[in-house]
């Protein structure tokens, strides 16, 4: 406890020079904002959504009211679905709201929502040694023309969820191809093992655009050309990838209905072992092997994703994951700088990686975890092949709906592969146009 508390002092201290630095930024809140550290009690509120379906945000507020007694924290449950959360946020923001003080948001949002205003740079306001703890690239991701939007709080990549029972009863290997994966399913379906082989992600909205680049990747394509100025999911790989999720439909390795699938139903499916395979973020481990959740406790084995076969293994992970935003608005910039950075420390780090299996976003944290952990998806992290979203532009949200929507409608069966890619392809142009690139 005392060593908390000197760790927040310091913390504090640092805060202050750091506030000290860059008094006289152009972007410095009106005088009616006060960014010291609050000495008399604060209440602030945070916005952020169910993280891994657990109760582990009042544990982060409880733990942290304990180090700060001054400061109050009020939660404000955000949506599951990120593209619900990021509408409301901007409605809310754009239109002046003060509250919420800090919101929770996508790595995905910091280009849209720099550009716009509707989050503080906090590189005007943390010192440098703050971000230069984070493991590599997340900082980077977390910017926009070189300011620095989001605290990054945990980092997500794509996994491969499969039943080691069932495996290892029929005698499969776990896949490390596409192909392999569907051979398994089809076995293990024909001898009533389970209902489905594969679920994923697959409904109209941001989730199916992460499964989307993973087996575009896999297949060799790519969103946007090297340049990220025009669309190139018009092409012959992406066509592949588009094919393949399809036949994963018709041929009932997935069942139908994964064309409505967030993260919770492909989960759901998983957990209540109707499906012998499913890709999911790091967090479903945790939710796997909670008795409560689910039937399967202690039969899942993860590994990284599979490819396509003759493509080097493994295959392409997605870089998901949810940094600390601060709304500019906010009348309690002192109050939400101290909780923000206590949320991307050492205590907040340790509690979301050994007790949720979150990644944590502190190198030395994620260096300890990878070692001392027993967490299965932990000790693999490093091992993943990761494929960012092309979320470096303003114009991300319609980029990405302009792949979700079409892509749905192909797996759904509306329309073929072919036409749906073609009109992502001149709709994620005219978006991109719209943004002067
Ligand atoms: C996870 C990821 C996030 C992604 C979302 C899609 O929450 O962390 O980056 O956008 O899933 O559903």
């Known amino acids: 406890m005392k060593a908390r508390h000197l760790a927040g002092v310091a913390g504090v201290a640092v805060l202050a020079l750091g506030l000290a630095a860059c008094g006289s930024s152009s972007s410095s809140p009106p005088a009616t904002q006060s960014t010291a550290a609050p000495t008399g009690p604060v209440t602030i509120t945070w916005s952020a959504?169910?993280?891994?379906?657990v109760g582990i945000?009042?544990?982060?507020?409880?733990?942290?009211?304990?180090?700060?007694?001054?400061?109050?924290?009020?939660?404000?449950?955000?949506?599951?679905n990120t593209d619900t959360n990021r509408s409301t946020l901007t409605t809310q923001i754009s239109g002046g709201a003060t509250s919420p003080d800090v919101f929770m948001?996508?790595?995905?949002?910091?280009?849209?929502?720099?550009?716009?205003?509707?989050?503080?740079?906090?590189?005007?306001?943390?010192?440098?040694?703050?971000?230069?703890?984070?493991?590599?690239?997340?900082?980077?991701g977390a910017s926009y023309k070189g300011k620095v939007y989001g605290a990054p709080f945990f980092a997500d990549q794509g996994f491969l969820y499969y039943r080691k029972d069932l495996l290892s009863k029929y005698n499969l290997p776990v896949p490390t191809t596409w192909e392999q994966l569907v051979t398994d399913?089809?076995?293990?379906?024909?001898?009533?093992?389970?209902?489905?082989?594969?679920?994923?992600?697959?409904?109209?909205?941001?989730?199916?655009?992460?499964?989307?680049?993973e087996f575009l990747a896999?297949?060799?394509?790519?969103?946007?050309?090297?340049?990220?100025?025009?669309?190139?999911?018009?092409?012959?790989?992406?066509?592949?990838?588009?094919?393949?999720?399809?036949s994963l439909i018709t041929s009932g390795v997935s069942p139908a209905?994964?064309?409505?699938?967030?993260?919770?139903?492909?989960?759901?499916?998983?957990?209540?072992?109707?499906?012998?395979?499913?890709?999911?973020?790091?967090?479903?481990?945790?939710?796997?092997?909670?008795?409560?959740?689910?039937?399967?406790?202690?039969?899942?084995?993860?590994?990284p994703m599979p490819t396509f076969a003759g493509q080097p293994t493994p295959g392409y992970s997605a870089v998901g994951g949810w940094?600390?935003?601060?709304?500019?608005?906010?009348?309690?910039?002192?109050?939400?700088?101290?909780?923000?950075?206590?949320?991307?420390?050492?205590?907040?780090?340790?509690?979301?990686?050994?007790?949720?299996?979150?990644i944590p976003t502190l190198q030395s944290?994620?260096?300890?975890?990878?070692?001392?952990?027993?967490?299965?998806?932990?000790?693999i992290v490093g091992q993943t092949k990761l494929i960012a979203r092309p979320s470096f532009t303003p114009a991300y949200p319609q980029v990405s709906q302009s792949m979700y929507t079409n892509l749905n409608s192909a797996l759904a069966g509306s329309v073929p592969p072919s036409s749906a890619l073609a009109t992502a392809a001149s709709q994620i142009n005219t978006a991109l146009a719209g943004t002067g690139l």
């Open 257 to 303: 209905g994964v064309t409505t699938f967030q993260e919770p139903q492909a989960m759901q499916a998983f957990d209540a072992g109707d499906a012998a395979f499913l890709r999911n973020w790091d967090y479903a481990y945790a939710n796997a092997n909670n008795p409560s959740d689910s039937k399967v406790v202690g039969k899942v084995g993860v590994a």
């Open 185 to 213: 399913s089809k076995t293990l379906q024909s001898k009533n093992a389970v209902k489905y082989g594969y679920v994923w992600q697959g409904a109209s909205y941001e989730g199916l655009t992460c499964d989307w680049v």
């Open 57 to 80: 945000r009042a544990y982060l507020i409880k733990q942290f009211e304990a180090a700060y007694p001054n400061i109050t924290v009020n939660l404000v449950s955000a949506p599951t």
């Open 323 to 358: 940094n600390n935003y601060i709304n500019p608005h906010s009348k309690n910039i002192g109050a939400d700088l101290v909780f923000i950075k206590w949320l991307s420390g050492t205590d907040s780090q340790t509690i979301l990686s050994t007790k949720y299996t979150e």
């Open 49 to 53: 959504s169910p993280i891994a379906q």
């Open 218 to 246: 896999d297949a060799g394509g790519s969103v946007l050309n090297t340049a990220g100025t025009k669309a190139s999911v018009d092409s012959p790989a992406a066509l592949k990838a588009l094919t393949f999720m399809r």
């Open 105 to 140: 948001g996508d790595v995905i949002w910091p280009a849209q929502f720099g550009a716009k205003g509707l989050a503080l740079p906090l590189s005007d306001y943390l010192p440098a040694s703050f971000f230069s703890g984070f493991a590599p690239g997340l900082v980077t």
């Open 365 to 379: 944290v994620r260096a300890a975890v990878a070692t001392s952990s027993p967490n299965a998806v932990l000790k």
